[in-house]
């Protein structure tokens, strides 16, 4: 039933992404200032917008380039000038909306992991009459704050999918790294392992802030836990992080991680990690930033109000090739 309704829901997300692709092109012609095929190069068919993307980026969380450079490109494509911020910290992510919309800006992209925090700003640029398109957190909130649609994956079935997968890989008994507490995506991750996983799991709360502690913390749990034999992490940065700590506590216990990098990428093909879930974060950036434009040419809205998914896939050194686009730079 699991597997069955994601798939349909997935399938669905995709064919309105298409869907919203061919009405873009359709109204706006050629991508601005390219050829056309007569002879020349014609001027944009369409009116420059301004398009803020406010994320809850960490220093250092390379995740969010992907994310970021998805938007860019929908943004090339759709005559948009594209204002990235981000912030970990809800109260100064909401004071970034604010900003954005002082900037009259012509539409916004966020981020909800601290909905509580974000709400006021949010409905506030609603309000103005700008429209908000959320992205990666927020499923559960984004409709009470007035945003149009949400561009992600839902995080309770991320974590039932690694769940089932850890059953695969015959464990018994994981962590479920959180590296941010009170995230409430973060947490729906761990939730969803629980709800699916045979075997025995437990949270184990980091300072993702600080890579040195998350590793320090990894490494004394796997010592004082030596039944311990997966790790599950919840990005990709504490993914390479967990690999050096599996290794300087001596233990056997094997690493999977939620979200790709580069970095995880080729630890998929040498093995040093086993798998990974992949929500897709290229795609998400993309689809939100056009959706703007969709919005603005005919008040188009892609997934009709509800969130378009866009994961979770399971991605094993099996089926690496399926993601070798996405990091074909990447030595």
């Known amino acids: 039933m699991l597997k069955s309704r994601k798939t349909r829901w997935m399938r669905f997300g995709l064919a309105t992404i298409a869907a919203g692709s061919a009405l873009l092109l359709a109204a706006c012609g050629s991508p601005a200032g390219k050829d056309t095929g007569d002879g020349g190069s014609s001027a944009p068919k369409t009116e420059k917008l301004k398009v803020a993307l406010i994320t809850h980026q960490a220093p250092g969380d390379t995740f969010w380039d992907i994310v ?31 900003q954005a919309v002082d900037q009259k800006v012509d539409g916004i992209v966020v981020t909800l992991a601290k909905a509580d925090a974000m709400s006021g700003e949010v409905k506030k640029a609603v309000d103005a009459g700008i429209p908000v398109f959320s992205i990666n957190a927020g499923e559960d909130e ?27 890989e015959g464990s018994k008994k994981a962590i479920c790294v959180i590296q941010e507490q009170g995230h409430v995506g ?16 437990e949270i184990l709360y980091v300072n993702g802030q600080d890579m040195t502690s998350v590793a320090s913390t990894i ?17 990709a940065p504490f993914a390479m992080t967990a690999v050096d700590a599996i290794k300087d506590a001596g233990s056997s216990a094997k690493l999977a991680t939620t979200d790709l990098n580069a970095d995880v990428y080729k630890a998929l093909g040498d ?12 795609l998400q950036g993309y689809s939100a930033v ?16 509800q969130a378009v998914l866009t994961g979770p896939s399971i991605i094993t050194k099996d089926n690496l090739d399926t993601v070798s686009a996405q990091f074909k730079d990447a030595k």
């Open 142 to 168: 984004y409709k009470a704050m007035g945003v149009l649609a949400h561009f992600g994956q839902n995080e309770f079935i991320a974590g039932q999918a690694v769940g089932e997968q850890l059953n695969k």
């Open 219 to 235: 490494t004394s749990k796997l010592q004082t836990n030596s039944d311990i034999d997966y790790v599950v992490t919840l990005g």
């Open 68 to 98: 970021r450079s998805g938007a860019e490109n929908a943004a090339d494509l759709n005559n948009i000038e594209l204002l990235y911020s981000s912030d970990p910290d809800g109260a100064r992510q909401a004071q970034l909306v604010q």
């Open 290 to 305: 056009e959706a703007v434009r969709l919005y603005k040419e005919g008040g188009y809205v892609l997934g009709g109000g």
């Open 271 to 282: 093995g040093s990690i086993v798998f990974a879930s992949d929500q897709q974060p290229w």
């Open 186 to 201: 973060l947490e729906a991750r761990c939730a969803g392992l629980k709800d699916t996983y045979k075997g025995q799991s």
